[in-house]
């Protein structure tokens, strides 16, 4: 289990024994944005969703560049209903990766996100992001929205998607 770290606004946050490097750099009409840095070693949904947990963010999207040591990223099996995991043991560069943040049915932060990633040799290995080890940086804007995005269960995809009623 993660363990849990302390929040300093426009300064650092230290999660296990690594420091997250984070600024609120604009609030107005009901939005936050964030510029957050992750650090070499540092495992990026378990950053991300400890950051979204402190700040209290039930809704947000996200942007950012960097690149990863080693990722497993996936893709969804429609037929199967399942993630089929996508295994990358190599140094890459992360070409894209978009995402967002909601709330589980017990209003803990879920961050959902998509990434793309470039080989030494210029081929691509891209899907959802499972777990993705940082090197040498991961930096991220995170734009907060005041609405939820309320996810539910699709029995249909056996995915949670976002609720079309909003």
């Not at 990863?68 to 560069?93: C, G, H, L, M």
Request: aromatic share 8%; hydrophobic share 35%; charged share 25%.
């Amino acid at each position: 289990m993660p363990l849990p770290y302390s929040m300093v606004k426009g300064g650092r946050q230290t999660i296990g024994r690594r420091d997250m490097r984070s600024k609120l750099v604009d609030e107005s009409n009901g939005q936050k944005i964030f510029a957050v840095i992750l650090q070499p070693g540092d495992e990026v949904k378990d950053a991300l969703t400890h950051f979204a947990k402190a700040e209290h963010i039930t809704a947000a999207s996200f942007t950012a560049i960097g690149a990863f040591e080693r990722a497993t990223v996936s893709w969804f099996d429609i037929q199967r209903k399942k993630y089929r995991p996508i295994s990358i043991d190599e140094q890459v560069e992360m070409l894209s990766c978009i995402g967002d943040f909601s709330v589980t049915p017990e209003g803990e932060p879920q961050l959902h996100a998509h990434v793309v990633v470039g080989r030494s040799d210029g081929t691509t290995r891209g899907g959802h992001l499972l777990e993705a080890h940082v090197r040498p940086t991961f930096e991220a804007i995170i734009s907060e929205s005041p609405a939820y995005l309320r996810r539910s269960f699709d029995p249909s995809s056996g995915l949670s998607l976002i609720d079309p009623l909003l």
